[in-house]
């Protein structure tokens, strides 16, 4: 998949308001269907959601909704809590 197609598949899970989380130890981003995506491909996609320029806010603070955490073990033994 070509960057830009991946990108703004991400801004349409962002703008739908679909969680997402780091898994293993933060290495992993997975959305709640299950997508993994590129940590820099969501921060791309971030920036574009948002208008980020130059900022110094983290994951909870721009995605307070939808960001559900960083966890030490993998994405499948995550229970997802209803919004």
């Not at 703004?8 to 997508?35: H, R, S, T, W």
């Not at 969501?42 to 320029?53: F, N, S």
Request: with cysteine; net charge positive.
């Amino acid at each position: 998949m070509e960057d830009s197609t991946k990108i703004e598949a991400i801004i349409e899970k962002l703008n739908k308001g679909m969680q997402f989380g780091l898994f293993d130890d933060g290495n992993k981003c997975y959305f709640k269907d299950g997508e993994h995506v590129s940590y820099s491909d969501l921060w791309k996609a971030l920036h574009m959601v948002h208008k980020l320029e130059h900022h110094h806010k983290t994951l909870p603070e721009i995605c307070p909704d939808t960001f559900v955490g960083t966890f030490k073990y993998k994405f499948s033994r995550h229970k997802w809590k209803k919004k």
